[in-house]
């Protein structure tokens, strides 16, 4: 960084201490929606699983509904880490 910038070292430090906290909150926002969509998925699975054992618009219903919340959760990890 040379002389020309024109900045202080105080408003070098302001400028660092921003973007690592902006940093770490997005470190735990990531965190905190991995372990959501996760959690989700388990319980789309379950319900998936529970359809089996079910009788007649009960299993259908149950069978969307869980397809439903896996597909939800495997785009947000998609959105999360590959796009």
Known sequence: MGDSDGLTDSEIRRIVREELSSA???????VFWTVLAVFAALVGLQTIQVSLYAIGLVSVVLAATGLLVVGSSAYLLYLLYWA
Do not use: P
């Open 24 to 30: 770490g909150r997005s470190v735990l926002s990531t």
